[in-house]
Nanobody, 113 residues
Framework: QVQFVESGGGLVQPGGSLRLSCAAS????????MGWYRQAPGKQRELVAH???????NYADSVKGRFTISRDNAKKMVYLQMNSLNPEDTAVYYC???????WGQGTQVTVSS
């Protein structure tokens, strides 16, 4: 059974930082590309950061230079360091494989003063 459990979200002021974590229960974790996705109210879910099985990273233009994705294959964990947050980053954040295969509960990130 594939399962992703996200944590680390919360309320943060504009300009602040958060670090999201994702625990993955999936066979062959180290073989797959992983990603962080987000869904803002009234919008479609979008991929914002991707890390390949080899560690190469790609980012959506909207987060490039502010977000950093990383992974720990031994722990089956994926992380998203988010800096210089702004209100447009407010969304529920999810992790999954790329392409996505299933979804966890997500973690809410709210950027507001």
């Amino acid at each position: 059974q594939v399962q992703f459990v996200e944590s680390g979200g919360g309320l943060v002021q504009p300009g602040g930082s958060l670090r999201l974590s994702c625990a993955a229960s999936v066979t062959g974790f180290s073989l797959f590309g992983m990603g962080w996705y987000r869904q803002a109210p009234g919008k479609q879910r979008e991929l914002v950061a991707h890390i390949s099985n080899g560690g190469s990273t790609n980012y959506a233009d909207s987060v490039k230079g502010r977000f950093t994705i990383s992974r720990d294959n031994a722990k089956k964990m994926v992380y998203l360091q988010m800096n210089s947050l702004n209100p447009e980053d407010t969304a529920v954040y999810y992790c999954s494989r790329v392409p996505a295969i299933s979804w966890g509960q997500g973690t809410q990130v709210t950027v507001s003063s």
